[in-house]
């Protein structure tokens, strides 16, 4: 299978061969071909994240992936990492709602051997440091949450949006879950949701089908199927009526965000949210940049974007206010831009643009192997692995017809959350900027 891309007018060819199979234990396998250079990704994908959790145990599945590191049966702690750096390859891991993934890049030469180590990884995990671990990632959320009013803002924006969703809950988790969560706690929650028949295994690089399966099969088709985890069984409720919540916290920067609810990631209304995202803010030509920035001067930028998930996600839109002007006002010229949006449709311009930029980022952004196997991945977990081929024909494929109605369908007043930081002057200046300063020098593991 290859993918064609259409970016700036011009046809863009990327040869993106994606082969799939699945072992008799439930371990799907997808295979990217690149053989552009002699590398490899190898990239474990676990469906489980934040929306898998409950009260009590929020934050256990960002907590696991940094467990991911503390050693197995036959290598120490970090031992997993330092080997393929003397490789010459790199190795990192992320969670979120949706999902959990470990991914690396290593020279092709090593694609047995890193193949073997994952495997170990998950057949023969040994959780080492506890303790120490849960408190990195306590700190991680001091800095990145709690002392960060960006991060408290967007945090309380989709708290406020899902009230009974598991989306509601920080992937981070709550403080008080993090103080007391046991070892017994992630051990349990590994056995669960790190079993082969809810994980995707995805190879991307300068490798063939034919060669990865038998190194799959004798590694990890070893591992033995497990009763499927749990499903989420809690929809989110139809909205009502406008929602709307205020935190104050020291600093100079007042903003507002806006968070629609909006389908499913594979729901064919995507594509035409996620162009309206572009033509509402992407670039200073932009429509909320132009009218908020340039005509209004009320904000000093405007971001927007859309949380394509495997549940019903949000449509987020962000501003800035301009000092000398007031959070309301922002909003009151926000939904005044939506409300025109609802009348005026956009132009063939507008769409063409977006559409442009779209397919530009879409080809820059997926370059690597490491972000081939990315884009798998994520389809991967949000419907199935070729689906990630069929997006750039999406896109393309969006009507004016289809971005006005899903402007008139999703973004409307009184499906609102309304969520405004309003800064208020620092007590303690000296302590506040060396609060900033700390906090732009603050780095974490993973």
């Known amino acids: 299978m290859s993918l064609t891309l259409v970016a700036l007018g011009s046809a863009v060819e990327l040869n993106f061969p994606l082969t799939t199979f699945t072992l008799p234990n439930g371990l799907q396998v997808a295979v990217v071909e690149d053989h552009a250079n002699p590398l490899v990704s190898v990239q474990l994908w676990f469906r489980v994240g934040s929306r898998n959790e409950s009260y ?14 503390k050693g197995t049966r036959k290598m120490k702690s970090e031992e997993y990492s330092q080997t393929i750096q003397r490789w010459g ?30 495997y170990d990884r998950v057949a023969n995990a040994v959780f080492r440091e506890f303790e120490s671990e849960l ?35 920080p992937v981070v988790g709550w403080m008080s ?22 994980m995707i295994l995805v190879v991307s690089g300068d490798v063939t089908p034919e060669e990865v399966r038998p190194l799959v099969e ?8 497990r009763p499927d985890p749990p499903p989420v069984r809690t929809r989110e409720p139809e909205q009502e009526g406008l929602r709307r919540v205020e935190l104050k916290r020291e600093g100079f920067a007042s903003y507002v965000a806006l968070a629609f609810h909006i389908p499913e990631g594979k729901h064919p209304d995507l594509p035409a949210l996620t162009l309206l995202a572009h033509v509402l803010t992407d ?26 998930q495997l549940d019903p996600g949000l449509f987020v839109l962000w501003v800035a206010v ?13 939904f005044q831009a939506l409300e025109d949006l609802q009348n005026h449709p ?41 689906a990630a081929l069929a997006w750039p024909k999406k896109i393309q494929a969006v009507s004016l017809e289809d971005v006005q109605r899903v402007a008139q369908t999703y973004l409307l007043r009184d499906q609102a959350t309304v969520a405004i930081l309003r800064a208020v002057p620092p007590k303690d200046m000296n302590a506040f900027m060396k609060k900033m300063k700390e906090a732009s020098q603050k780095r974490f593991r993973r």
Request: hydrophobic letters at 35%; proline letters at 4%; glycine letters at 6%.
């Open 218 to 225: 004798a590694t990890f088709g070893k591992l033995p199927r």
């Open 346 to 386: 956009i132009t063939e311009r507008e769409l063409e643009k977006a559409k442009n930029r779209n397919m530009a980022n879409f080809v820059r952004r997926y370059q690597s192997v490491v972000s081939k196997g990315m884009l798998v991945g994520t389809w991967a977990i949000l419907d199935r692995p070729e």
């Open 322 to 334: 301009q000092q000398g002007h007031t959070p309301e006002e922002a909003e009151s010229l926000l």
């Open 135 to 169: 408190n990195v990632v306590r700190e991680e959320r001091r800095w990145r949450t709690e002392n960060s009013p960006e991060g408290s803002l967007y945090e309380l924006l989709r708290a406020t949006a899902y009230i009974a969703h598991p989306y509601h809950h």
């Open 56 to 69: 009590g145990i929020t934050g256990i599945s960002h907590v696991l992936e940094h467990m991911m590191f």
């Open 177 to 198: 879950d993090l103080e007391n969560l046991t070892l017994e706690d992630v051990e349990r929650y590994f056995h669960t949701y790190y079993v082969p028949n809810n």
């Open 89 to 118: 390859g790199m190795d990192n891991a992320f969670t979120s709602e949706d999902q959990t993934a470990y991914f690396s890049e290593v020279p092709k030469a090593r694609l047995k051997d890193i193949l073997e180590i994952e």
């Open 283 to 308: 670039g200073k030509s932009s429509r909320l940049y132009r009218y908020l920035v340039k005509e209004k001067t009320v904000a000093i930028d405007v971001q927007g974007w859309v949380e394509q």
